[in-house]
T-cell receptor, first 112, second 114 residues
């Protein structure tokens, strides 16, 4: 019951910007969008999150469309160590639940 | 170093045996979570706890049990009732009550059946 849609895989040249899209057309007004990445056999690593405004931190930038139905994660200068599966997630919170709804993510391959 | 520690990294279970996976955090987070990940899939929520001595079932709680006796600890027991326990188990924690606070994950425990 994932609420997000991402491409299965993407390639990016080392040193170039990696732009990872995500659709979340059913997102509610108070739901945040989170991005995590997972390298094989490790736990997911938190990257960034946002509600309405664009966000930037030391790892990445998050661009959220005005209607909030889609977003893009930007890795400004991809390195080989950025090769991972990237998950775009909407957090479902109600009176009796609090969970991150994971889809299958985008496998990003950074090549030399 | 602040973080979430899961142990052991690898665990093997015999048929009919209960096993317990450890999760400890020193981030002073209120909420803790257990997820299961199967190959090539995203994570699914097993149990979560917002405060000490309280926890709620997630989507796939059958065959699992948890306890939350201390704020920093949230062990998961995989019981013999869980017929397909082979998976990668991930523990997470976050601040509770504050909107938008992200969950942070440990490095997981990989459980296999002998």
């Amino acid at each position: 019951d994932a609420k997000t849609t991402q491409p299965t895989s993407m390639d990016c040249a080392e040193g170039r910007a990696a732009n990872l899209p995500c659709n979340h057309s059913t997102i509610s007004g108070n739901e945040y969008v989170y991005w995590y990445r997972q390298i094989h056999s490790q736990g997911p690593q938190y990257i960034i999150h946002g509600l309405k405004n664009n966000e930037t931190n030391e790892m990445a930038s998050l661009i959220i469309t005005e209607d909030r139905k889609s977003s893009t994660l930007i890795l400004p200068h991809a390195t080989l160590r950025d090769t991972a599966v990237y998950y775009c997630i909407v957090r479902l919170r109600s009176y009796n639940t609090d969970k991150l709804i994971f889809g299958t993510g985008t496998r990003l391959q950074v090549f030399p | 170093d602040g973080g979430i520690t899961q142990s052991p990294k690898y665990l093997f279970r015999k048929e009919g045996q209960n096993v317990t996976l450890s999760c400890e955090q020193n981030l002073n987070h209120d909420a803790m979570y257990w997820y299961r990940q199967d190959p090539g899939q995203g994570l699914r929520l097993i149990y979560y706890s917002q405060i000490v001595n309280d926890f709620q079932k997630g989507d796939i709680a059958e065959g699992y049990s948890v306890s939350r006796e201390k704020k920093e600890s949230f062990p998961l027991t995989v019981t013999s009732a869980q017929k397909n326990p082979t998976a990668f188990y991930l523990c997470a924690s976050s601040w509770a009550g504050l909107p938008g606070q992200p969950q942070h994950f440990g490095d997981g425990t990989r459980l296999s059946i002998l």
